[in-house]
């Protein structure tokens, strides 16, 4: 099975921040790459698709890149509601689905 | 609007068996892949199992042989039978709809149910 590792694990930062999480791949998987957000107690949210397609809706501070093996989920400006645990997801090897196992972003 | 509620899940004994539900609204279950992704309590997420639009059906390692995915089209509903129950399934189960209609798979989920847990234990 593809394994999807993400860092941090969990770190914090303030309102107005950039941030990026990263996820990679155990080996490639082109651009086969979604990411959610989910905060706690509720469903996963889907943000972007294809690695790099944002899901309608979903503001524009949000932008995912790379492939291969080697991904980015970028926050440009932090808001408040953003803070949640993020997860990304291959599906190259589909139907055999994976996640990574989340980044927390906490309010510093 | 596009929804998905699930239900049926309750606490249950070791070996024992649950069926789950996932009515559908604002589109037809069978014309898309669906899927069941669970989540053990504070931990990540994990794919269980799909079923394609044509009626294939696949399912992770951990739930293969125990655990029966399936569909009513007349309720627009999803299922999954769930038997011989262990601890390490106790988990909240999410149905979750592959966006895709191209009449094969977009790989990625939207939208989600809200959740039913599931909890294994004497």
């Known amino acids: 099975a593809i394994r999807m590792t993400q860092s941090p694990s969990s770190f914090s930062a303030s309102t107005g921040d950039r941030v990026t999480i990263t996820c990679r791949a155990s080996?490639?998987?082109?651009?086969?790459l979604a990411w959610y957000q989910q905060k706690p107690g509720k469903a996963p949210k889907l943000l972007i698709y294809?690695?790099?397609t944002l899901q309608s809706g979903v503001p524009s501070r949000f932008s995912g890149s790379g492939s291969g093996t080697d991904f980015t989920l970028t926050i440009s400006c932090l808001q408040s509601e953003d803070f949640a645990t993020y997860y990304c997801?291959?599906?190259?090897?589909?139907?055999?689905?994976?996640f990574g196992q989340g980044t927390r972003l906490e309010i510093k | 609007e596009v929804q998905l509620v699930e239900s049926g899940g309750g606490l249950v004994q070791p070996g024992g068996s649950l069926r789950l539900s996932c009515a559908a609204s604002?589109?037809?279950?069978?014309?898309?892949?669906m899927s069941w992704v669970r989540q053990a309590p504070g931990k990540g997420l994990e794919w269980v199992s799909v079923?394609?639009?044509?009626?294939?059906?696949y399912y992770a390692d951990s739930v293969k042989g125990r655990f029966t995915i399936s569909r009513d089209n007349s309720k627009n509903t999803l299922y999954l039978q769930m038997n011989s129950l262990r601890a390490e399934d106790t988990a909240v189960y999410y149905c979750?709809?592959?966006?895709?209609?191209?009449?094969?798979?977009?790989?990625?989920?939207?939208?989600w149910g809200q959740g039913t847990l599931v909890t294994v234990s004497s």
């Open positions: 294809a690695a790099s």
């Open positions: 079923i394609y639009s044509g009626g294939s059906t």
């Open positions: 979750a709809r592959d966006p895709s209609t191209s009449g094969s798979y977009g790989g990625w989920f939207d939208p």
């Open positions: 997801q291959q599906y190259y090897s589909y139907p055999s689905i994976t």
């Open positions: 080996q490639g998987i082109s651009s086969y």
């Open positions: 604002g589109f037809t279950v069978s014309s898309n892949y």
